[in-house]
């Protein structure tokens, strides 16, 4: 009988049944540790690469194109201690805790390491990786798992806003982000000392811009409502009640410095409710087209219509897994701040407290928390990943674009610029710009078109120079206002003294420059031109600035392609302040 050589199994002991369950749970963590490291590592590197690209548009370039960005760089670099021994006679700092300032104090640190130019650049910088971080920031705070869905923003990083030189109102856009976060996190537990930091947040919004802390208060404002309506509707809980009308005092009292500040400052403005501006069905159809992201060419709408409709379907997506699943969490309340601002987009007037430009600010909050919100509760899924590589896709040629404008735009910076080395430090400077946005520049056989389509680059870019020769820009329309820092002593307001009916803004210029000196003591040393002899060559407001200069100033500077050329007053032997 043949042996039956057929091996037994022998049945487990307790003891090696445990160890096998151990030695298998071991390797499925090591397997787990290693696929999330790798994935938590390419992730990191996917950001890296795309914060680096989303940096090209401000480093490609040795001047960032902006409307009021120079300007606002003049008034940083005046507060940074580079003024020359005249700046005092035309300026005077106003010593009021005034919103704006925040953007200030940090363009007037850099402008004490950098060039005014490469301290503008670090700025942006600054801006654009504070946005992307807070944006990640907001989204931890909602749904820890949400980081990579972050690539949301990259698509609003580069707007119209920011483009005009709005920097205090993108600074602060930025720091909300953090502060709604940092709310949301403590809400459930809102201790004393978390209640104070939310105080100091609220303070530094504030400084940075009105419409970041009225965002931070509006979505504290919706919740803490919600909380206590919830909580009266409710059950009655032995002090639930009282709990959180504690909360909402503690709210109120660490808010009340801020809240203060800002009655002070609307009251001061004179409270105003201006112009309405575009009617809603127009206000709609900018919202649609995704208008408050264009800036510079038509080129952009293509990213901005895609990227609505991107959001349009990562919202609907968010929304159908959050019913199907029953997933509510605190952060569905930016859900309800989206919509809030949608209707202040639509409905607010386009000119309150002295702020222009309010429905497309309300467009661009309106757009953030709506990305934020749909980011956030995507999941993890394959549509997730579908919808993120979407919005980085987009980012990345919306930042292309973005790079492309401003190489565009730059040879004709830089002949604006040219003047700067004919500029001697400490003079007084009136800039006439007759082409703001620098029409038929780029192609003579198309005289119509603009080469910026919303931006009037040119209008402010004597900022610039300014800054770089610590001199005095007769052109600095923030000096004329008591909305930021620096203001222009009233008997030598140029606004008020030189500028005549339409003044500066318009084109052409409508200003009396050459009797300036015998009715203020004030002088405009040098007179600089862009593109006098363009469009406008036989406008009547031309001819008289012709006249002016014949009968005072002499031509001295003309740039390489014609377009800018500078005037020096008669008389005045030595550079800068003589006689």
């Not at 030189?498 to 318009?506: L, M, Y």
């Amino acid at each position: 009988m043949r042996r039956n050589r057929t091996k037994q199994i022998q049945p487990l002991t307790t003891a090696a049944k445990t160890a096998r369950i151990a030695a298998m749970a071991q390797d499925q963590k090591k397997t787990t540790l290693f696929s999330a490291g790798a994935t938590a590592c390419l992730q990191a590197v996917l950001a890296i690469i795309l914060l680096a690209a989303a940096l090209c548009p401000i480093w490609s370039v040795d001047y960032v194109p902006s409307q009021d960005g120079p300007m606002h760089l003049e008034n940083a670099s005046a507060l940074a201690g580079r003024i020359g021994a005249s700046f005092c006679e035309y300026y005077y700092a106003q010593l009021k805790p005034v919103p704006n300032t925040a953007g200030y104090l940090v363009m007037a640190a850099l402008v004490k390491i950098f060039t005014p130019a490469v301290a503008q650049k670090v700025f942006l910088s600054l801006y654009v990786l504070l946005m992307a971080a807070g944006f990640w920031y907001l989204l931890a705070a909602i749904r820890p798992k949400a980081g990579p869905c972050a690539v949301f923003c990259l698509p609003l990083v580069y707007n119209e806003l920011l483009s005009m030189g709005f920097y205090s109102f993108m600074f602060g856009a930025a720091m909300c982000l953090f502060a709604i976060g940092y709310w949301l996190r403590c809400q459930a537990n809102l201790t004393v000392k978390r209640a104070a930091v939310l105080g100091l947040l609220a303070l530094l919004l504030y400084f940075c811009h009105l419409f970041a802390i009225a965002a931070l208060w509006l979505v504290m404002g919706i919740m803490t409502v919600a909380g206590l309506i919830s909580e009266l509707a409710g059950p009655q809980q032995n002090g639930a009640i009282k709990s959180s009308l504690r909360k909402a005092g503690l709210l109120a009292a660490v808010n009340l410095p801020a809240g203060a500040l800002a009655c002070w400052y609307f009251l001061q403005s004179g409270g105003d409710v201006g112009q309405f501006g575009l009617g809603v069905a127009d206000r709609l159809a900018e919202i649609v087209r995704g208008d408050v992201l264009v800036a510079f060419s038509l080129d952009e709408f293509i990213v901005s219509v895609a990227f609505n409709c991107l959001l349009a379907a990562a919202t609907g997506a968010a929304a159908i897994i959050k019913f199907r699943h029953r997933r509510w969490n605190r952060g569905d309340w930016l859900l309800a701040a989206a919509g809030l601002f949608l209707a202040g987009s639509l409905f607010f007037p386009d000119v309150s407290a002295g702020g222009a430009y309010v429905h497309q600010r309300f467009a661009f909050y309106f757009l953030l928390a709506l990305a934020a919100w749909a980011a956030a509760n995507l999941g993890t899924g394959r549509l997730a990943f579908a919808l993120a590589s979407a919005a980085a896709i987009l980012g990345v040629i919306a930042v292309c674009l973005q790079t492309a404008n401003c190489r565009r735009l730059e040879p004709f910076i830089r002949q604006y610029m040219e003047a700067a080395r004919i500029i001697p430090p400490d003079s007084t400077l009136l800039p006439l710009c007759f082409n703001g946005y620098g029409v038929g520049l780029e192609d003579k056989a198309r005289p119509d078109e603009q080469m910026s389509l919303k931006i009037a680059v040119f209008y402010h870019q004597d900022g610039l120079i300014a800054a770089q020769k610590q001199a005095v820009s007769l052109a600095n329309y923030s000096a004329s206002t008591d909305k930021f820092i620096y203001r222009y002593h009233d008997g030598k307001d140029p606004f008020r003294h030189i500028a005549r009916e339409t003044g500066f803004k318009f084109e052409p210029p409508c200003v009396d420059f050459l009797t300036y000196r015998g009715r203020t003591g004030g002088q405009a040393d040098y007179v600089l031109t862009w593109d006098m002899d363009g469009r406008y060559a036989g406008h009547p407001l031309t001819a008289s600035i012709r006249r002016q200069l014949d009968a005072g100033y002499v031509k001295i500077f003309q740039s390489s392609g014609g377009l800018c050329r500078v005037y020096r007053r008669i008389g005045l032997e030595q550079p800068g302040r003589t006689n």
